[in-house]
């Protein structure tokens, strides 16, 4: 099927801001342009594409499975126009880089600082979600790297470096302080509310496992869906669970958080870097890439 790149280019402007009159100002056309050639690209794939609402347009689901795909091509397609207008330049263009939580406070931010002293005019996008969906998005070519926690089912055909190994500890509110007094056993600690990441996420299968290895159930009373919404809950006595340990320090020195020791080991986790050789990167993210590698 040959279609025309420009109704792919109308197509994504008018999903990307759900409403043809902004999309057609961002391309330098017209609103009845841009509503013809999205009926002229839906007439070629036999589906419809959009539904019209009251303050402006919605994608159906072929236009979302269609805009999973035009959108990565479309950057990667500006992305390259943007450099060979700006004859390609070392300090130019833009990384986009995909970071949980936990890798982004441990390891990343410290980077980005760094980086950003040194190539100011490099623009760099963070995309933050949980392990899971960032190794979707770097697949789909979406993400220049990905710097995620472990442990994690690695993908097929990338390269997959460990940048950063972290311990973790139980720790609670100062109302918790009696069960920091002695080693306590899972199993002795199941009255209390715990605090983690929901199902779904590589953490709560990690601790799932290691309860069950200890012969302990885990059953969570508050579920959160990103790990910088552990502190504040745990340190406000909603509840005990786990944190990287370097991150529970300087609260743990002023007597804020609690820690509160166990007779088993948790396993030592690793933040990974993946990046895939194979895949057209611009001068930005090899620059960028350079000084992950350096910071090794």
């Avoid at 008018?14 to 409403?19: D, L, S």
């Avoid at 069960?179 to 715990?194: F, I, Q, S, V």
């Avoid at 990046?275 to 001068?283: F, M």
Wanted: charged share 30%.
């Amino acid at each position: 099927m040959d279609i025309n790149f420009e109704y792919y280019k109308i197509f994504y402007y008018a999903a990307k801001y759900k409403n043809i009159t902004r999309a057609a100002a961002a391309l330098g056309s017209n609103q009845p342009n841009v509503t013809r050639t999205i009926k002229l690209l839906e007439a070629q794939l036999k589906c419809r594409l959009f539904i019209r609402e009251p303050r402006g347009i919605r994608l159906t689901e072929e236009g979302e499975k269609l805009y999973y795909h035009v959108e990565a091509a479309c950057r990667h397609l500006f992305n390259a126009q943007e450099e060979i207008g700006e004859e390609a330049l070392e300090d130019r263009g833009t990384v986009e880089i995909g970071a949980t939580e936990s890798a982004l406070h441990l390891y990343l931010l410290d980077l980005l600082h760094d980086f950003k002293m040194e190539y100011p005019k490099i623009r760099i996008k963070v995309h933050n979600q949980n392990t899971s969906e960032i190794i979707k998005y770097f697949i789909s070519g979406r993400l220049d790297f990905a710097v995620v926690t472990s442990p994690f089912k690695e993908p097929e055909n990338v390269q997959c470096e460990t940048v950063y190994d972290f311990d973790e500890i139980l720790v609670g509110g100062i109302r918790y302080k009696q069960l920091g007094k002695e080693k306590k056993r899972l199993t002795e600690l199941a009255g209390y509310p715990w605090i983690g990441l929901g199902k779904g996420t590589v953490t709560y299968d990690f601790y799932r496992d290691f309860f069950i290895r200890n012969g302990a159930d885990m059953e969570l009373d508050m579920e959160v869906e990103t790990s910088n919404l552990l502190l504040p809950l745990i340190q406000n006595n909603l509840g005990i669970g786990f944190l990287p340990e370097r991150l529970a320090f300087p609260l743990l020195g002023e007597k804020k958080l609690i820690q509160i020791p166990l007779d088993c080991e948790i396993p030592r986790r690793s933040i990974k870097l993946i990046s895939d050789k194979r895949q057209a990167r611009n001068r930005a993210a090899d620059t960028f890439y350079a000084m992950l590698k350096n910071r090794r």
